[in-house]
T-cell receptor, first 110, second 115 residues
């Protein structure tokens, strides 16, 4: 079956630091890959996505590249802000339903 | 911005009460989902629907039930709430059809506390 593994948090950073959240997956077929973000007290919002190998998704300064050879979709941001404090979920879809990773809490301190 | 709405946002209720969490979307999506999110943040799919009169159990067994009488509406009901039902419940929807990437649109969630 499909599965997503992402690094456990919490990840604590200072403002303007570089952020990486690792995500690897196992899937049958050719999945689409997603990063969702959940701000405190809110639902999930799509942050970025990639639908085929070597695609790079980007949004709000975040980037992730679909690496089929390493089955990975790591999230990166070059300079985080306090407002980036949230829980980040990696997910994959083979069209039927979404499979989520366990979430990574990120705390950015001023 | 996604057009999917959940009510109530917060509910505190006593054991044994019946509750219904409402979820509505105005995007005309065929697929709708309910996720339960535990305090450790992990998301568990408890129900989904592919369209009107279609409902299926998700990966996590749940004592709740759902109905899908209208495309835009997907309510979740607990006949007799218990403290173990205390959780955050997230509703989502997505398109169905060729070219569907599987992207989900989420509501803001309903946080249920059963005393």
């Amino acid at each position: 079956g499909n599965s997503v593994t992402q690094m456990e948090g919490p990840v604590t950073l200072s403002e303007e630091a570089f952020l990486t959240i690792n995500c690897t997956y196992t899937a049958t077929g050719y999945p689409s890959l997603f990063w969702y973000v959940q701000y405190p007290g809110e639902g999930l919002q799509l942050l970025l996505k990639a639908t085929k190998a070597d695609d790079k998704g980007s949004n709000k300064g975040f980037e992730a590249t679909y690496r089929k050879e390493t089955t990975s979709f790591h999230l990166e941001k070059g300079s985080v802000q306090v407002s980036d404090s949230a829980v980040y979920f990696c997910a994959l879809s083979t069209g039927n339903k979404l499979t989520f990773g366990g979430g990574t809490r990120v705390l950015v301190k001023p | 911005e996604a057009d999917i709405y959940q009510t109530p946002r917060y509910l505190v209720i006593g054991t044994g009460k019946k509750i219904t969490l409402e979820c509505s979307q105005t995007m005309g999506h065929d697929k709708m989902y309910w996720y339960q999110q535990d305090p450790g943040m992990e998301l568990h799919l408890i129900h989904y629907s592919y369209g009107v009169n279609s409902t299926e159990k998700g990966d996590l067994s749940s004592e709740s039930t759902v109905s899908r009488i209208r495309t835009e509406h997907f309510p979740l009901t607990l006949e007799s709430a218990r403290p173990s039902h205390t959780s955050q419940y997230l509703c989502a929807s997505s398109e169905w059809g060729q070219g569907d990437t599987g992207e989900l649109f989420f509501g803001e969630g309903s946080r249920l506390t059963v005393l």
